[in-house]
């Protein structure tokens, strides 16, 4: 069973960066689609970033688009989602998640989830 979990969480300022990590464990996810999705306060949960297998095609959501860098190390079973700029609007609790699907842009298609690392950013 895959296990992850997050790291890299923290209060920054408006256009501060932040790297946020994100460990599996159990077993290697090297055929996984691997994503970053956040839930702000009182909204739901929505995409960030998802990365291919092959760590050679990846997505984004407009908003992060430009600013946010996904990528994934097969060496560590991890990824990684470099932020940049950070605003205000970007203040969430940050969860990885893992698919071995090919839908990884269907959120309910993500069957492994880690808990979330928290980013704060204040103006």
């Known amino acids: 069973q895959v296990q992850p979990v997050e790291s890299g969480g923290g209060l920054v300022q408006t256009g501060d960066s932040l790297r946020l990590s994100c460990k599996y464990s159990?077993?290697?996810?090297?055929?996984?689609?691997l994503a970053w999705f956040r839930q702000a306060p009182g909204k739901g949960r929505e995409f960030v970033a998802t990365?291919?297998?092959?760590?050679?095609?990846?997505h984004y959501s407009d908003s992060v688009k430009g600013r946010f860098t996904i990528s994934r190390s097969s060496a560590e079973n991890t990824i990684y989602l470099q932020m940049n700029g950070l605003k205000p609007e970007d203040t969430a609790n940050y969860l990885c998640?893992?698919?071995?699907?090919?839908?990884?842009?269907?959120?309910?298609?993500?069957?492994?989830w880690g808990q979330g690392t928290r980013v704060t950013v204040s103006d």
């Open positions: 990365i291919s297998p092959s760590g050679e095609n990846w």
């Open positions: 159990g077993r290697t996810v090297s055929r996984y689609y």
């Open positions: 998640a893992a698919t071995l699907t090919r839908f990884y842009y269907i959120m309910s298609s993500y069957e492994v």
